[in-house]
Nanobody, 123 residues
Framework: QLQLVESGGGLVQPGGSLRLSCAASGFTLDYYAIGWFRQAPGKEREGVSCISHRGDSTNYADSVKGRFTISRDNAKNTVYLQMNSLKPEDTAVYYC????????????????WGQGTQVTVSS
């Protein structure tokens, strides 16, 4: 069974940075596109960013463009989300997910999910 584990969340002040990691176990990420999603209390899950299996194609939600960067290191079986200039509205549980196919911000197309990591942006 595909297993994904997110880490790197925490409490950060507005304007600060965090780097989230999504590590895979039990399978190799080489052939999977990976997406990062987030869900704030009382809100629907939204796509944040995604990356193709080779890492040559990325996409971002408008709300995070220019602030977040997705990358992957297939040798380490890990995908990262570098988050800079964080805002209080970025507060959410962040999830990574894997799909055998094209990278997309549509969460319904992903079939393997991690347990999530909490990101809180507050002074």
């Amino acid at each position: 069974q595909l297993q994904l584990v997110e880490s790197g969340g925490g409490l950060v002040q507005p304007g600060g940075s965090l780097r989230l990691s999504c590590a895979a176990s039990g399978f190799t990420l080489d052939y999977y596109a990976i997406g990062w999603f987030r869900q704030a209390p009382g809100k629907e899950r939204e796509g944040v960013s995604c990356i193709s299996h080779r890492g040559d194609s990325t996409n971002y939600a408008d709300s995070v463009k220019g602030r977040f960067t997705i990358s992957r290191d297939n040798a380490k079986n890990t995908v990262y989300l570098q988050m800079n200039s964080l805002k209080p509205e970025d507060t959410a549980v962040y999830y990574c997910a894997a799909v055998w196919g094209s990278a997309t911000l549509k969460s319904t197309l992903y079939d393997s999910w991690g347990q999530g990591t909490q990101v809180t942006v507050s002074s």
